[in-house]
C-alpha cells in the first residue's frame, strides 16, 4: 500500500514519529518537514517511479491521506491506470 511506503520513508529518513500517521486528519503540514524536507521526500518518489509530481506544492496544505491518494492517483495516470511496484520506495531491501 502506497500509504505504507511513503510513512516508511518520513519515519527513516525524514524522523517523523510513527504513532503521528494513527491520527486520521494529521496535515502533511504537521509532519514537522519544512518545504526542502517535503520537496526531498516528493523527488524520492518521482526519483523511483520515473515521473514528475504536477504541482508538488499542493501537498502542504492536504492531510497526509489526501497527499497520498492525489500521489498514487498520479501514479495511476501515469502508469496507464496500473500501480507500479510500491516497494520501490522501500528503504531497505530484501534480498
Excluded: C, W
Aim: no cysteine.
Amino acid at each position: 500500500m502506497l500509504e505504507q511506503v511513503i510513512q516508511n520513508y518520513l519515519i527513516s529518513q525524514a524522523k517523523v514519529d510513527p504513532g503521528r500517521f494513527d491520527n486520521p486528519g494529521l496535515l502533511v503540514a504537521d509532519l514537522g518537514l519544512d518545504s526542502l524536507g517535503l520537496v526531498e521526500m516528493l523527488f524520492e518518489i518521482e526519483d523511483r517511479f520515473g515521473f514528475q509530481l504536477s504541482d508538488p506544492m499542493k501537498f502542504q496544505s492536504m492531510t497526509f491521506r489526501d497527499m497520498v491518494g492525489a500521489i498514487e492517483a498520479e501514479l495511476r495516470e501515469h502508469n496507464g491506470g496500473d500501480l507500479p511496484e510500491l516497494d520501490a520506495l522501500s528503504v531497505s531491501s530484501h534480498s
